[in-house]
């Protein structure tokens, strides 16, 4: 995922938190669904309140901090990363261009992390309207295509930190 496509995937999630998080503003009732047991059914209830602070904490720690942590991360001399081939990637003619491109990256990530907030989300404003009753296949399948997303997520950064060198004698 390029840059600038990993930067608009940000703020698409971000509006729509922000547009899930303010229509359950408006619609949830007064006692909230706040945890789930396996199958779906609530078992922790709270108040709207309750629910919308979460979330807007949520939020604010996941998608604010984690474009802030995808900013920071490479600033000083690389100390605190943990990447695949650090000494290529930090070496100073390329560190400009490992910037542009972890930050990138990791912006991503963001995105696809505010992805299954958003479904969570969801799943909280329609087991509010149910009673307490979620589909728990909802957040199965939720976790699942993340997990799985993720999973592969890695792989592919895996190679795409993979220095040119390598590249070349690896698919040679």
């Given amino acids: 995922m390029s840059e600038r496509a990993s ?24 006692r ?19 629910a919308l602070v979460l979330w807007t904490v949520l939020g ?8 802030l942590l995808a900013r920071f991360a490479t600033a000083g001399n690389g100390t605190w990363l943990n990447l695949p081939h650090k000494d290529y990637w930090l070496a100073p003619e390329r560190r400009t261009a490992f910037r542009r491109r972890f930050e990138g990256d990791m912006l991503g990530f963001v995105a696809w992390t505010g992805v299954l907030l958003v479904s969570l989300m969801l799943l909280t ?18 976790l699942g295509v993340y997990l799985v997303g993720t999973g592969a997520w890695i792989a592919w950064l895996l190679r795409r930190y993979r220095p040119p060198s390598d590249r070349a004698r690896l698919s040679g």
């Fill in 7 to 30: 930067r608009l995937a940000f703020g698409v999630v971000c509006a729509a938190y922000v547009a899930v998080l303010v229509r359950l503003a408006l619609t949830l009732p007064a």
């Fill in 32 to 50: 909230v669904p706040l945890h789930f047991d396996g199958s779906g059914r609530a078992d922790s209830w709270g108040s709207r309140t309750e």
């Fill in 60 to 67: 604010l720690v996941m998608l604010v901090g984690g474009a």
């Fill in 125 to 142: 404003g329609r087991a509010a309207g149910n009673d307490g009753a979620a589909p728990g296949w909802w957040f199965w399948s939720s």
